[in-house]
């Protein structure tokens, strides 16, 4: 069974369009970012804590639908002794002055579960007077960012050094071009992703950056895995020129990339529809990201392989003795027609 | 041909079989209640406080003490300079940010002066008040940057010493008055053991011994009652009534932050001790104050308690050994705590609370479910088309989850959010491994290739590209551990342990379970 039946699509052909098109999404997320502001979750902007005390053991669900956008931003745990039934809510503080936002945030949230018939739960300004008392508020503090600038510092530096690491190992493997291919292939999904989530104004979270990590990772084995067999095409193709050896390689790859990138993507899905409010940033990010990544190492990482590389010739070692008996009786295929179907 | 089949196929039972008692089968049975033997519950796999909850714990960080630590220092650096000078006046902190120089001579004034303002002009401001004498009290932008750093340095080292604990991802944040800290720790069964190495301020210095180990009176009398300004009393560790003090130097030329490697050991009497390295700024600082002192006695204070104090046989450079009645795990404790650095200040626990899990249980329950439909959907389509070589990628899958999460729980990992990314995009490879490999032998056969040639060239072409893709992606994920914190850790050790896993399942398992079929029976034309 097969996806495509001997594809032989010029993807080498629409390399500056696909450039352009990156160009204007990366641009555009920046304006977005540059004027409105990357949202940030609680984790990196700290916000307010209300411990609420409910009459009833509360579902934290129900809890968490009732606060502005779904919750999808909000840290909803429950807290202390379970007897107490009572609630922890993380919230965002960030409009208000530090001051007036600790009673304002708390009104707010004790207003959003009224309305949405979670109360009676009487007005923050009155604070539970006693361990028995319910439907109160018990408490509520400011907190700082759980992620600090420290550690956001750290963050970057990782990812930066990941990038290095991975440029002088497809250097070494393969050739620089590569290399920088590959390094500017993920930076761009990265780009893209993060252009997404401000279009959508999805807040920069723990789970978002998970979901960042993965489809780095996702970009990179994909990238690769059409970098491998152009290395084994320049091999067998020697007398075409490069062009042509990078489309029969990606071509050759297409429905093992339809395949792979398919599934991960509907495995993604499912999560974005069945994994709840919380899982949602998580789950978008991921499927931006598996989508771009997809596109990035067919468009872009193979066509900055081509700018690099010229019109110069392509020198490649002698034909590498692979496994016994390989490349031997077979003809030195044109593009796309080496697969009989 | 085969002979090694049945050698194969047992050891891949095996390892099925292990790591889905150690990983899978625990979490069935809490689920189904089932019964766990006592020894696999232990090595269950940990769940974050995303997913678990865990304890918080509130505490205020008394940066008072990082402030009178600086104020003392200044003061004995006043007193030094003066020294130099002969100038002998009495000094006296007072206060965390305040001290008080009493009795400068009328006729050594300004030469006082010029000497305090070399000192303590940038940090300290100066009031004269009468009968020669002086307040130096911290200035206010001082004060506030010097307590500003304590908290972070505290958090930090917080940080740290949770991550050695072995509770993998911490949340530490700072909150309403900026000295207190809300520190959320997952998975957390021994709540006191953990408020203790946190709170463990762990300020070790070493000191010179100038009289001791007597009772204080004896002490007291040796100095007519009145000690020298820069000298001071401390306790043995085991200081209450059977009452060793010692007398030392207030100022400690080398102290924790000079130590490069903590770590437990034995000391010649085969007592647990702790051995320890130091920096390189600070093996010359020690081996100034070991070979100047020959002959005498060397305190060692762990928060102002005096552990031991050996003699000074010779110059010590760069290493030494701490010993005094531990137990193997006190030795393991303090050997961490110091690893770690001490806190500026100490902690003063102000509430312990349980706290649930933050992804609430609907949120978990929802994504375990839609892990498992994309799971199936992942599956239905292996065997739908690749048919019967479907079965061949399914198992491998399956072996590679199973296999992922045994592991994961043998190593004491801590599953949280990040740690399920890592596991998606591990997935993500295992299929990609699966469909690379058998595309791979569709193109063989397509070249008019048998069955058993297709697939050998199969496994053995992918094998390379497998290794590249694989190799890049643990690089990654090794700058990410080394450089990251928390979550991206998580993210990492998951990833890197599933990259092995899925190298073994998707080349080893797989090719062994073709191997099976083509032994059993004369295949004409594959299921692909």
């Known amino acids: ?341 | 041909m085969y002979k090694n089949l049945r050698w194969k196929l047992l050891s891949i039972a095996a390892v099925f079989v292990v790591f889905f008692a150690v990983g899978v089968y625990p979490m069935l049975g809490a689920h189904f209640h089932l019964p766990v033997p006592e020894a696999l519950q232990s090595r269950a796999l940990k769940l974050g406080l995303d997913l678990k909850g865990g304890v918080e714990l509130r505490m205020r960080v008394n940066t008072d003490d990082a402030l009178k630590t600086t104020t003392t220092s200044t003061a004995e650096a006043l007193r030094a300079s003066l020294a130099t000078s002969n100038i002998t006046p009495m000094i006296n902190v007072t206060s965390p940010m305040t001290f008080r120089v009493e009795g400068v001579p009328q006729d050594r004034d300004s030469q006082f002066r010029t000497a305090s303002d070399e000192v303590t002009a940038t940090d300290y401001d100066r009031n004269p008040l009468p009968a020669g004498t002086y307040e130096f009290k911290m200035k206010p932008n001082i004060e506030r940057d010097q307590r500003e750093q304590a908290v972070d340095q505290t958090m930090q080292t917080i940080d740290r010493r949770v991550n050695e604990l072995g509770v993998v991802e911490p949340s530490i944040a700072r909150q309403s008055n900026n000295e207190e800290l809300l520190i959320q720790l997952p998975g957390v069964s021994d709540v006191a053991h953990a408020k203790e190495i946190i709170g463990k301020t762990a300020q070790l210095e070493f000191k010179l011994v100038e009289a001791g180990p007597a009772s204080k009176e004896d002490l007291l009398k040796q100095y007519n009652g009145n000690l020298p300004g820069d000298l001071e009393i401390l306790p043995g560790s085991g200081g209450d009534a059977t009452g060793a003090f010692y007398v030392v130097k207030k100022i400690a030329p080398v102290t924790g932050s000079d130590l490069r490697v903590a770590k437990p050991g034995l000391d010649e009497n085969n007592q647990p001790a702790v051995h320890f390295e130091l920096k390189p700024a600070g093996a010359p600082k020690f081996g100034k104050l070991s070979g100047e002192n020959i002959g005498r006695y060397l305190a060692i204070a762990l928060d102002n308690k005096i552990i031991s104090a050996p003699r000074l046989d010779g110059r010590i450079t760069d290493q030494g050994r701490i010993s005094g009645g531990f137990t193997a795990e006190s030795a393991n404790d303090l050997a961490l705590t110091l690893r770690s650095g001490a806190l500026p200040a100490s902690l003063t626990s102000l509430e312990e609370n349980v706290v649930g899990p933050s992804l609430g249980a609907d949120s978990i329950r929802a994504g375990v479910l839609a892990s498992l439909v994309g799971l199936m959907l992942i599956l239905g389509f292996m065997l739908v088309y690749y048919k019967l070589s479907g079965i061949n990628a399914a198992v491998a899958l399956i072996f590679n989850l199973v296999i992922l999460l045994g592991l994961m729980a043998y190593l004491g990992a801590t599953m949280t959010l990040p740690g399920i990314a890592g596991f998606v995009l591990t997935m993500g490879v295992g299929v990609d491994s699966n469909v690379l490999i058998f595309e791979r032998i569709k193109e063989e056969i397509a070249a008019q290739r048998g069955v058993r040639a297709a697939i050998n060239a199969g496994f053995s072409r992918v094998l390379m590209t497998l290794l590249d893709t694989h190799v890049a992606s643990l690089i990654a994920a090794a700058f990410l551990f080394q450089f990251g914190t928390g979550p991206i850790r998580g993210f990492a050790t998951t990833l890197s342990i599933g990259l092995f896993v899925n190298l073994f399942t998707s080349i080893f398992v797989s090719k062994t379970l073709y191997d099976f079929e083509l032994s059993r029976r004369q295949v004409p034309a594959l299921s692909i």
Not at chain 1, 20 to 38: E, N, P, Q, R, Y
Not at chain 1, 62 to 68: F, I, N, T, Y
Not at chain 1, 259 to 266: A, F, N, P, V
């Open chain 1, 1 to 341: 069974m097969h996806i495509f039946k001997s594809p032989n699509f010029d993807f080498v052909r629409w390399k500056w369009h696909a450039i352009a098109l990156s160009w204007v999404i990366i641009l555009a997320g920046v304006f977005v970012i540059w004027t409105k502001g990357m949202p940030k979750g609680v984790e990196f902007s700290g916000g307010t804590i209300v411990l609420v005390r409910f009459q009833q053991p509360p579902d934290l669900d129900r809890v968490r639908g009732a606060l502005p956008g779904g919750g999808a931003n909000a840290v909803v745990q429950s807290y202390g002794d379970p007897a107490r039934h009572e609630v922890s809510i993380r919230v965002h503080s960030r409009e208000v002055e530090a001051g007036a936002s600790l009673s304002n945030t708390a009104e707010s949230v004790v207003e959003a579960l009224n309305t949405n018939g979670l109360g009676p739960i009487a007005p923050a300004s009155h604070l539970c007077a006693s361990p028995t008392e319910f439907n109160c508020v018990s408490g509520r503090r400011i907190v700082g960012p759980t992620v600090g600038a420290e550690l956001q510092q750290r963050g970057i530096l990782a990812t930066v050094f990941a990038l290095g690491g991975i440029l002088v190992y497809i250097a070494f493997r393969f050739r620089f071009s590569f290399a920088v291919g590959a390094v500017v292939a993920t930076i761009h999904d990265l780009l893209i992703t993060l252009a997404f989530l401000a279009f959508f104004k999805h807040e920069l979270s723990l789970n978002v950056i998970a979901a960042l990590l993965t489809i780095t990772g996702y970009s990179m084995n994909d990238t690769i895995v059409i970098y491998d067999r152009i290395r084994e095409n320049m091999r067998s193709m020697r007398r075409d020129n490069l062009a042509t050896i990078v489309n029969s390689a990606v071509n050759q790859m297409l429905d093992r990339t339809m395949i792979t990138g398919g599934l991960t993507l509907l495995s993604v899905i499912a999560l974005f529809f069945f994994g709840g409010e919380v899982l949602k940033g998580f789950a978008f990010t991921m499927i931006v990201g598996i989508i771009t990544g997809t596109y990035s190492s067919v468009f872009i990482a193979a066509a900055i392989v081509l700018i690099w590389q010229g019109k110069a010739p392509v020198k490649v070692a002698p034909a590498a003795p692979v496994a016994p008996g390989r490349a031997a009786g077979k003809p030195a295929n044109k593009s796309g027609k080496r697969r009989a179907s």
